[in-house]
């Protein structure tokens, strides 16, 4: 479980991107989150609550029940303006960094 | 917009916790509702794919207590929970939290009590802006014992006419007086001072202003009296028309300028009582002094505090100063002269806080503070040894509630944040019941009197100091006793622990609590042994130099006319029922002096204590007349006035002997020998013998009288004193062993305190040693039952237990005997008639210490022994 755990601000990132697309439930995101990572990291459901939560408190998602296509309950999220900024920021900053390590590794 | 986002989050976590804990909970049930649907779709038994889904998602408990702890505000809720909780876990184990409690406020409150005292009498400064600017002046006598005295006014004047230095300088004296407020007629203790002196202190006043400005010596031009607050509620209620209004002083009328802010009770703190008033000095014809206090040179009993100039350091203070002592006898011979040119004595400059007290006491009184602050941390060290054995018994018991927590998805740092939440509530509820044991010990100090010398505040004051003493201490504390339970949890092993193997946590505290069990021993033993020298010192004070039946005489304070003695002297003695009696100045056998010298040819004077006694003391007092004769009645008016003198002085006046007869210089003229009296210890045991010159005089203003003690004597002889005197307020009579009682206040109080603490320490030792008796002995039970099984007796049980406590003891009495040698140099110097290494009392604390240790460990050990072998191995 320690092994390939998604880093925490990462989490977050990955989240935002998903749910950039379209508002989704918390089962939803966690099969796009296994979709999209599946050979780079684990997301264990559990560790993605708290991410879930901790975001929708500092009102980057926004959060409504309503019914899936099978006609359960569910509480789907979305991003709010907050959290659209939220995300371009982290783009651009994770470019950043991804540009600068490339060049620091291709440099070594 | 993202703060204000979390603060409505944390507010609806607040205020709606229901609503959001129950939509998480669906938020999560339908997680694992849609992901069992998609294995159901794949094929699984719908049974099968929700526990799958509820596998995956690592169970519904602890993703919420995930969610929760990672939740905004959660630190805030969670330490409210810990709250909650910890008092649960409290109000669970009542008994061993009233226990932990009681030891924290005990030994905290001991400590603050002692920081207290070291507060008061040390650093606190006197209540006056810049304190640090106020400094003191001394006479130092190069020889002799008298050391300190204050200064003469007229020496005062001079420094205050010539330093640079000062940017004020004031004197006062300190007296009692007869105050008349409504007719009703008290004695005060109050100060005349100069007019100058509440402006040189800068003395917050409540009410009024402080004397006009006046001249010193223009006697009689201002009758003000300045009252204390105290003074003004206890005698005015607090009336705020008390300015104007005129009270009388013995026999003037003064009127009241001022009240003093509470506060202030003087400079001095020791010294009579803290002074009540204060009047001028060009007043002081009025006061009891009935010679002229502002011309004497010799008169050493001003004393003065002074202001420096801003910037001027003591160093600068002292270097301009002293060189004025020897310009002041060159410009003014008289000073000299009035010292029959034997002026022997030097100026000290003192910080003013040095000076609080009369600084020849002050080593007398640093050890006293330190014995007891010495002996309080010693308990406190107790007390925490005390502590740490009772958390590790209580942690090791909570192991498997620790485990349980574990399991369930508490993380450890919740844990151990849980830990110190509950050890800091203790600490704060020992800390509180600490404040209440000091203010207990501080009433209690004070009934016994004065034992640090200088008065202390009736109430114990907690001052922003003393607070952060105490919460340094009581956090300190709480957080050092987290620290056992926390290791003991950072080792729990969560599976052994649910399967009920206790025994790895069990052996983990054993050796350590006996080393601390041990460590309390010694403490204790030390204690023990220090009480018992204290006990000693205290009746060797006491019983020594036993005056004939001291309960039988009685002191009366008489305070008359010169010339109305005599009469009233023989008045008393036709009281019916009064047996003996006599006058005095001074009360024998009770640490204070009336200093005097004299001198066989003028040059070489001799510093000894002078006590004028009428005829019948030396035979009220039983003290043998070796050679001469004793005073009669016809001695009056002779010249050369007769003595008598002690063995001690005669031999160092003549040393060939002989001294009968002889004529011996006073500073006021010749007198002569005619008898030798035994040496007594009238300054008390401690003083010694000491050179004593008893003049003949029947104006001693203390009236010693044996009868048979009844009341009606005492009324007859207060009657007969209001007769010579109206104004003379009645004081209750004290028989000469209280007098005597009253002046050991410090050993009573060091008897006393340390036997208390001793005796609290052996209990706090006791239940330390039950407690890990009772430990070991289950931590064995399943060998006691094999060792049982195959034949071992109740005594081979109790050999094998009590063998292991009776090591443990042996050793805790071995170091406290260590421990008592390394204490005996600090007390020695309280100590009286008694070894610090008195093997007595070593025996006595050491046997004490090991026959209720015997008891304390016999009894679970006993217990243990009488367990049916089958019993204790069905157990498990």
């Excluded at chain 2, 409540?206 to 206890?234: K, M, Y």
């Excluded at chain 2, 080792?491 to 309390?520: M, P």
Aim: aromatic share 8%.
């Amino acid at each position: 479980m320690d092994k390939h755990e998604v880093p925490q601000g990462t989490l977050e990132l990955l989240i935002l991107t998903i749910l950039s697309r379209e508002p989704l439930h918390g089962y939803g995101i966690s099969q796009r989150l296994a979709l999209l990572t599946r050979d780079t990291f684990q997301v264990n459901p559990g560790s993605m609550f708290p991410t879930l939560y901790r975001m929708e408190q500092d009102g980057k998602l926004k959060a409504e029940w309503r019914a899936t296509e099978n006609n359960r309950n569910a509480k789907y999220y979305r991003l709010t303006a907050t959290g659209k900024k939220h995300l371009e920021q982290e783009k651009r900053w994770w470019s950043q960094v991804a540009w600068a390590i490339g060049n620091v590794l291709e440099g070594a | 917009m993202t703060i204000v986002h979390r603060l409505v989050s944390i507010l609806r976590w607040v205020f709606q916790r229901h609503r959001v804990e129950s939509e998480l909970h669906r938020d999560i049930e339908s997680f694992i509702e849609l992901s069992a649907a998609d294995k159901v779709r794949d094929g699984m038994v719908p049974e099968e794919a929700r526990r799958l889904a509820r596998l995956e998602l690592g169970g519904m408990d602890q993703v919420k207590e995930r969610v929760r702890t990672e939740r905004r505000g959660a630190l805030l809720d969670e330490l409210s929970q810990d709250v909650h909780y910890a008092l649960r876990m409290f109000a669970k184990s009542p008994a061993l939290t009233i226990i932990v409690v009681v030891t924290l406020a005990v030994g905290i409150g001991a400590n603050l009590t002692a920081f207290g005292l070291a507060r008061t009498i040390f650093w606190q400064p006197v209540p006056v802006p810049e304190p640090h600017r106020l400094i003191a002046l001394y006479n130092r006598a190069e020889r002799g014992a008298g050391a300190y005295s204050g200064l003469s006014y007229p020496e005062y004047e001079y420094f205050r006419d010539h330093s640079d230095v000062l940017s004020g300088f004031a004197t006062y004296v300190r007296i009692h007086f007869l105050v008349n407020v409504g007719n009703e007629v008290e004695k005060i203790p109050g100060e005349i001072v100069s007019s100058n002196y509440f402006s040189v202190l800068g003395t917050p006043l409540v009410l009024g202003r402080p004397f006009s400005a006046g001249n010193d010596r223009s006697l009689g031009t201002t009758p003000e009296v300045v009252l204390s607050h105290g003074l003004w509620q206890r005698r005015f209620g607090g009336d705020r028309n008390v300015l104007g209004q005129s009270i009388r002083i013995e026999k003037q009328s003064f009127t009241v300028v001022g009240v003093a802010a509470p506060v202030f009770q003087g400079v001095l703190m020791d010294w009579l009582e803290l002074p009540q008033l204060w009047i001028p000095l060009n007043m002081y014809p009025e006061s009891l002094f009935t010679f002229k206090i502002l011309e004497r040179w010799d008169w050493h009993a001003m004393m003065v505090v002074g202001r420096l100039n801003a910037g001027v350091g003591l160093d600068r203070a002292a270097a301009a100063l002293k060189p004025l002592d020897a310009r002041m006898s060159t410009d003014h011979p008289e000073r000299v002269q009035a010292f029959r040119g034997k002026y022997e004595s030097t100026i000290d400059v003192l910080p003013l806080q040095r000076a609080r007290f009369f600084p020849a006491y002050r080593e007398t009184i640093l050890s006293t503070v330190q014995v007891v602050a010495v002996v309080m941390a010693i308990l406190l060290g107790v007390a925490c040894l005390s502590l740490v054995n009772l958390m590790i018994a209580k942690s090791t018991t909570r192991q498997r509630e620790l485990a349980v927590r574990v399991a369930l998805g508490a993380s450890r740092g919740r844990l151990l944040r849980q830990l110190i939440v509950e050890n800091i509530l203790l600490s704060i509820m020992g800390g509180v019941a600490a404040i209440i044991v000091a203010s207990l010990a501080w009433k209690s100090i004070a009934l016994f009197g004065r034992p640090f010398r200088v008065w202390l505040p009736a109430e114990f004051t907690l001052d922003f100091q003393s607070g952060a003493f105490m919460v340094g201490l009581a956090l300190l504390l709480g957080i050092m006793f987290a620290i056992w339970p926390i290791r003991n949890a950072a080792k729990v092993d969560v599976h052994s622990l649910l399967k009920g193997d206790t025994r790895g946590g069990r052996s983990i505290g054993l050796r350590f609590r006996s080393a601390l069990v041990t460590a309390q021993i010694a403490a204790s033993v030390a204690l023990l042994t220090c009480a018992s020298l204290f006990v000693q010192t205290l009746q060797n004070t006491a019983g020594e130099d036993r005056y004939v039946d001291r309960d039988r005489i009685t002191v009366i304070g008489v305070g008359l006319p010169v010339d109305r003695y005599p009469e009233f002297f023989d008045r008393v003695r036709r009281v019916p029922g009064v047996e003996q009696a006599s006058l005095i100045t001074s009360v024998p056998g009770v640490p204070f002096r009336n200093p005097g010298f004299v001198s066989v040819n003028e040059s070489a004077w001799l510093n000894v204590d002078v006590n004028s006694v009428s005829t019948g003391f030396f035979k009220m007092m039983g003290i043998p007349i070796l050679v001469g004769r004793d005073f009669t009645e016809q001695d009056a008016g002779i010249s050369p006035p007769p003595v008598l003198i002690t063995e001690t002085l005669a031999r160092a006046l003549f040393p060939a002997g002989d001294s009968v007869g002889r004529s011996i210089n006073r500073r006021s003229g010749p007198v002569q020998v005619i008898g030798i009296v035994k040496d007594t210890k009238t300054r008390g045991a401690r003083g010694g013998f000491v050179p004593v010159l008893y003049p003949y005089s029947l104006s001693g203003g203390t009236l010693l009288i044996t009868s048979n003690g009844s009341a009606s004597i005492f009324s007859a002889v207060q009657q007969l004193l209001r007769e010579f005197d109206p104004d003379f307020p009645l004081i209750s009579p004290r028989s000469l062993q209280s007098h005597i009682e009253g002046s050991l206040s410090t050993e009573r109080l060091a008897a006393v305190l340390v036997s208390v603490l001793g005796f609290i320490a052996l209990m706090l030792t006791l239940i330390g040693l039950y407690g890990v008796t009772a430990f070991s002995v289950a931590a064995r039970h399943k060998e006691i039952g094999i060792r049982r099984a195959i034949g071992a007796q109740t005594i081979d049980v109790l050999r094998l237990v009590l063998g292991q406590t009776g090591l443990m003891v042996a050793w805790g009495l071995l170091a406290g005997i260590g421990g008592s040698s390394v204490l005996a140099p600090v007390i020695s110097t309280m100590l009286y008639g008694v070894d610090p290494t008195d093997e007595f009392s070593l025996l006595l604390s050491c046997g004490f210490m090991a026959v209720t240790a015997a008891v304390a460990s016999f009894i679970p050990s006993w217990s243990a022994s009488r367990v049916e072998p089958s019993v204790i191995l069905r157990h498990d």
